[in-house]
C-alpha cells in the first residue's frame, strides 16, 4: 500500500498545512510499516524536517525518495530549494536546469534559477530567467520584483524602476520591499521628494520596517537634516538592535548634533550589544618578536582621508621593523588604491567576505596589532574587531570618537584632541603621540603653492569653508552670519560635494537668509578633483571652522595652503581637531574660547589686511615645516607607539 492511501496520510498534510511540523514529525517517525517507505514519504518527510530546520536530515530523506523515483519533481525540487538556502548555489542550479528539461514552461524553475544566478552575481543570465519566470506568468510578483533589484544592481535605474512598478501593481500581499528599493533608487538619484514618497508608504505596508527607517535616516542625512535623519535611525534601532551597519549609522550621524550628550551612553549600548554575539574569545601565544605584524582594516584605501594619511607614512614603515598587512573591504580601487598597494605585498580584499572569514584570515596572519581605519563610518568592518583577532587592536585616525567596544584596546589622540578632561568619554585607553594624532601626506600635492592674502586684489574679505556641510548646522550659521554683517562687503565661500545637488543650495542660502544675510553674500561651489580644491584655498583669506565637528582633513589641506584657521575649542575628541592642528603651527591666537570670542576674533583679524597678510607670510614660513606635515617624525613616533604597546602586551601576557 502506497503511503498515499494510508490512514496517516490525511492527519499528516493537515498538520503541515497548520505548520504543526513536530507532531507531524513524530507520527512519520512512527511509522513503522516498511511498505509506506515509498518516496512520497520520504518526500514529505524531508520536508518537515527541512520546515524544522533539520537540515542535514531533510537532505537524506530528499535523497531517499529520488532514489526510490528518480521523476519525482517534488522531491528533486525540495532538494534543489534546500541547497540554496544553505548557499549550495551550485549544487542546486544543477537540480534546477535538470528540471527545466522535462519541465520548460515551469516559470518557478526560472525564477529559483534567477535567484541563484542573482547571488552568484552572474546578472546577465539572472535577469534572461526572471524575464522567462514573467513571460511565463505575468502576475508572479516575485518575479518581477527580483528582476528590478537585477536591474538595480546593474545600474540600470530606468528599467528598475519601470519593473518594480509593475511589481507593485502585483503585490496583492502587501509587502513593502518594493516600495523600499523604489525609494533607494530615488535617493540614489537624489530625487529625495521620490524617495520620501516612497519610503513612507512602505511604511504602511508588511515587512521589515527598520531598513525603511534607515533609509529616511539616510535621506535626511543627505539633505542635511540631521536631528530627523538621527530621529530615524533610533526608530530603525528600536525594531532591530542587531543590525551593525545601521547602529553605526546612528552613532556617526549623531556626532553631527551640536548637543550629543548621550554619545557614550549609545556607543556603550552598541559595544554591549554586539559583543555578547562572539561567544568564544582567542587566545593568543605571543612570541617575543622584533618585527611586529601590523594589519590595517578599513573600506577607505582609496582618494579619501585615510589614503592621505597613509600614502607617505607606509613607505617609512617599512623600516621601523614593522611587517604591515591591509585588509580592505573596497569594490573599486583607484590610483591612491593602486600607489598603496605598490608598498606592500599583503594585501587582501576582503569585501566579499563575511566577519567570522575575515577574522580567521588575520588570525591565520598572525597579526598582532589590528588599527581600524573606519569607526562607524559607511561600509565599515567594525565587527570583525569584535572578534578580537589580534592581540593588541586600535582605532585610529578616520572615527575620532569611541567605538564603544571593548575589544578595541587604543585610540590613538594627542595632548589636545584627547585631554585627560575628556578620557571618560572612551571605552578604549587613550595612547597620546607627542604632537599630532595623524600626519598629512604631502608627495601627491608638493608643487601646489600658497598666495598672498587675496583681499589685496578682491578688496573684500573672504571667509571660507570646504567642509561637509553636515557640519555647517544652525548655530554655525548664525555665528557666520554675525561675522558676516560685521564685516562690511565679506563674502564667505563654500565648497562641497553636497552643492551638485539644488536641495543643499537652496537649504543653505535658506538657512542664511533666517539670519538676515543675502545670497550674494554668499559663494556656493560644487567639489572639484583634489588638486583644484586645493588651489582654490588661493581664495580665501580666512577658514572658519566648524563645531562640534571640526573640519580634519579640510583643515590639514588649509594649512598646507596656508590659510589661517579660526577654531573653537570643544570638548570631544571631533570638536578639538582645529585646535590640535593650530597649536602644532604655533597659531594659538586662534583658537576661540566660546561663540563670542569666535566672533570678534573673526571681526578683528578681518579689519585690518596687513595684518591678515603678515599672518599669512607666517604660515608660509612655518605651516609646511611644522609637525602636521613631518611624516618622517610621525612615522617615528607612530611606530614607537606601536612598538611600546607591544613591548607592554609582551610584559602582562608571558611569564
Not at 518537515?48 to 530528499?62: C, H, K, P, R, T
Not at 570618537?401 to 585627560?420: C, H, M, N, Q, R
Not at 569666535?598 to 603678515?614: G, M, R, T
Request: net charge neutral; aromatic share 14%.
Amino acid at each position: 500500500m502506497s503511503f498515499q492511501k494510508s490512514k496517516s496520510y490525511i492527519e499528516i498534510i493537515n498538520l503541515i498545512n497548520k505548520s504543526e511540523f513536530i507532531q507531524a514529525k513524530s507520527i512519520l517517525e512512527a511509522t513503522t510499516d516498511q511498505s509506506l517507505r515509498d518516496f512520497l514519504f520520504f518526500s514529505i518527510l524531508g520536508y518537515v524536517n527541512d520546515s524544522l530546520l533539520e537540515y542535514e536530515q531533510a537532505e537524506i530523506n530528499f535523497l531517499k525518495s529520488i532514489k526510490l523515483n528518480n521523476d519525482f519533481f517534488d522531491a528533486k525540487f525540495s532538494l534543489a530549494a534546500l541547497y540554496y538556502k544553505q548557499k549550495k548555489l551550485s549544487e542546486s542550479e544543477v537540480i534546477f536546469l535538470e528540471l527545466i528539461e522535462k519541465n520548460k514552461n515551469n516559470f518557478n524553475l526560472y525564477y529559483n534559477l534567477g535567484l541563484i544566478k542573482f547571488d552568484k552575481k552572474d546578472y546577465q543570465f539572472s535577469i534572461e530567467f526572471f524575464q522567462k519566470a514573467c513571460s511565463l506568468n505575468d502576475k508572479f510578483y516575485y518575479a518581477f520584483h527580483h528582476l528590478g533589484k537585477t536591474y538595480e544592481k546593474l545600474k540600470k535605474y530606468d528599467l528598475a524602476i519601470n519593473t518594480y512598478k509593475k511589481a507593485i501593481l502585483l503585490n496583492v500581499e502587501g509587502f513593502n520591499a518594493t516600495h523600499n528599493n523604489l525609494g533607494n533608487i530615488y535617493l540614489t538619484l537624489k530625487n529625495y521628494d521620490l524617495a520620501n514618497k516612497y519610503f513612507i508608504q512602505a511604511l504602511e505596508l508588511n515587512g521589515d520596517k527598520s531598513l525603511i527607517y534607515n533609509n529616511l535616516g539616510i535621506l535626511y542625512s543627505d539633505i542635511g537634516e540631521v536631528e530627523k535623519s538621527v530621529y530615524y535611525f533610533e526608530k530603525a534601532i528600536s525594531l532591530n538592535k542587531n543590525n551593525n551597519y545601521i547602529y553605526s549609522r546612528f552613532l556617526a550621524t549623531s556626532l553631527y548634533i551640536d548637543n550629543n550628550d548621550d554619545y557614550r551612553k549609545n556607543s556603550l549600548a552598541y559595544g554591549n550589544n554586539f559583543s555578547l554575539n562572539i561567544k568564544t574569545q582567542n587566545k593568543f601565544s605571543p612570541s617575543n618578536k622584533e618585527i611586529i605584524n601590523v594589519g590595517f582594516l578599513s573600506s577607505n584605501f582609496r582618494q579619501h582621508p585615510v589614503g592621505y594619511y597613509l600614502l607617505d607614512l607606509l613607505p617609512l614603515l617599512k623600516s621601523k621593523e614593522l611587517n604591515c598587512f591591509f585588509y580592505s573591504n573596497l569594490d573599486e580601487e583607484d590610483s591612491y588604491t593602486q600607489k598603496l598597494k605598490s608598498n606592500f605585498y599583503n594585501w587582501n580584499n576582503i569585501s566579499n567576505l563575511d566577519d567570522g572569514q575575515v577574522s580567521d584570515i588575520i588570525k591565520r596572519d598572525n597579526i598582532n596589532i589590528l588599527i581600524d581605519m573606519s569607526g562607524h563610518t559607511g561600509d565599515n568592518r567594525l565587527p570583525v574587531m569584535i572578534y578580537k583577532c589580534a592581540p593588541i587592536q586600535i582605532s585610529w585616525a578616520d572615527y575620532l570618537a569611541s567605538t564603544g567596544l571593548k575589544e578595541i584596546d587604543y585610540i590613538i589622540g594627542d595632548p589636545f584632541v584627547t585631554p585627560d578632561s575628556i578620557s571618560n568619554q572612551f571605552i578604549e585607553k587613550i595612547w597620546r603621540l607627542k604632537n599630532i594624532w595623524c600626519c598629512l601626506s604631502t608627495s601627491d600635492i608638493i608643487n601646489l603653492k600658497p598666495s598672498d592674502t587675496p583681499a589685496f586684489n578682491s578688496s573684500f574679505i573672504t571667509f571660507g569653508s570646504f567642509n561637509n556641510l553636515n557640519k555647517i548646522n544652525h548655530k554655525v550659521i548664525e555665528t557666520w552670519s554675525s561675522i558676516l554683517k560685521q564685516v562690511p562687503n565679506s563674502k564667505l565661500y563654500l565648497k562641497s560635494h553636497q552643492f551638485r545637488e539644488v536641495v543643499h543650495i537652496n537649504r543653505i542660502t535658506d538657512l542664511f537668509k533666517k539670519f538676515n544675510v543675502s545670497q550674494d553674500r554668499l559663494i556656493l561651489e560644487r567639489d572639484s578633483v583634489r588638486e583644484e580644491s586645493l588651489k582654490c584655498y588661493n581664495k580665501v583669506d580666512i577658514a572658519l571652522d566648524t563645531f562640534p565637528y571640526n573640519g580634519g582633513t579640510t583643515s590639514f589641506e588649509l594649512s598646507w595652503m596656508c590659510v589661517p584657521l579660526l577654531t573653537l575649542k570643544g570638548n570631544t575628541f571631533i570638536s578639538k581637531c582645529g585646535e590640535s592642528i593650530n597649536n602644532n603651527i604655533n597659531m594659538e591666537s586662534w583658537i576661540c574660547d566660546n561663540y563670542d570670542d569666535y566672533i570678534k576674533k573673526a571681526v578683528k583679524f578681518a579689519s585690518n589686511i596687513d595684518e591678515l597678510q603678515k599672518t599669512r607670510t607666517f604660515l608660509i614660513s612655518n605651516s609646511r615645516n611644522s609637525t602636521l606635515f613631518d611624516m618622517r617624525n610621525f612615522s617615528l613616533e607612530f611606530s614607537q607607539a606601536l612598538h611600546q604597546m607591544w613591548k607592554d602586551y609582551l610584559k602582562n601576557n608571558i611569564n
